[in-house]
């Protein structure tokens, strides 16, 4: 029956907004007395309505982890990377920060709960079954990171993916010299337009399928942010840059964009000597 904080133009209202937080409290303790039934009767179909909702009414409480971790236990990694990533394109543009450390070590650390997962050390037969399972799916894991499509264009990935990108781009220049340059995107609105009304949703979108359809298949791109992008371009100098950067721009305005943008290019000489 909850669906989120009622009526929130009332709560300035001092008692109804007290109301409104008791509601909460007891929506939140339903959902740990829920979660712990279906931990017990590894009811993994009613966890993953639980916290889908859960997400759904408070999309930055980071019920995303749960629901990550959900998927993590049924060995469904397609998935919990499709939340990972949505999670991150979210936070990103609602709030120009990654999610929280919690979120993003769920890959590294998972605290998977269904017991199939902690076999006794002794138990050598359960042990080879996992390991079984786990080189059975091997096929659907080559699908999952390298698709079954021909690769075209840049690479768009979230944030912290292409933080790890640009470290092993640090990483080769330090082995095979070459030109690497972080530019800086932003799409702003025209000055002559200034009192027009702008999708911004929507450019952003326009301005991420041209990126990703002019870059060439070595470079990356990310979003960062309500009106910014990334991009990481792998042996490029600072002299190609304009270039790079009239050619997005013309693309981009002519398929209906209706912003302008501007750019800042940086070399990353300093790579050479350390990663960041």
């Not at 009526?7 to 109804?16: C, G, Q, T, V």
């Not at 979230?158 to 340059?181: G, Q, W």
């Not at 490029?236 to 950067?245: Q, V």
Request: glycine share 4%.
């Amino acid at each position: 029956m909850y669906s989120g904080e009622l009526i929130p133009a009332n709560l300035s209202d001092m008692w109804f907004f007290h109301k409104s937080i008791y509601f909460k409290e007891l929506y939140l303790e339903t959902i740990q007395e829920l979660e712990a039934e279906f931990l017990r009767s590894r009811d993994y179909k009613n966890r993953m309505l639980l916290y889908s909702r859960a997400v759904a009414i408070y999309p930055f409480e980071n019920w995303q982890v749960e629901l990550i971790k959900c998927n993590l236990e049924m060995y469904h990694y397609k998935e919990a990377m499709d939340i990972y990533n949505s999670t991150m394109e979210l936070y990103a543009r609602e709030l120009g920060s990654p999610p929280t450390a919690e979120m993003q070590g769920c890959f590294e650390k998972p605290e998977l709960k269904d017991e199939n997962h902690w076999k006794d050390i002794g138990d050598v037969k359960g042990w080879k079954n996992m390991d079984k399972a786990f080189l059975g799916r091997k096929d659907d894991i080559k699908k999952a990171i390298f698709g079954d499509q021909r690769t075209r264009g840049a690479y768009y990935c979230s944030y912290p993916s292409f933080v790890d990108y640009c470290r092993l781009v640090a990483r080769a220049k330090a082995r095979n010299k070459f030109d690497a340059v972080l530019m800086f995107l932003t799409l702003s609105r025209r000055e002559k337009d200034v009192q027009k009304q702008i999708d911004l949703q929507s450019q952003m979108q326009l301005l991420k399928t041209v990126i990703g359809r002019l870059l060439r298949i070595e470079d990356a791109f990310t979003r960062y942010g309500n009106r910014h992008f990334i991009l990481m371009l792998v042996k490029a100098d600072e002299e190609s840059c304009s270039a790079i950067f009239r050619r997005i721009e013309e693309a981009y305005l002519k398929n209906a964009g209706k912003g302008e943008l501007r750019y800042y290019a940086d070399m990353t000489r300093q790579l050479d000597e350390s990663v960041f």
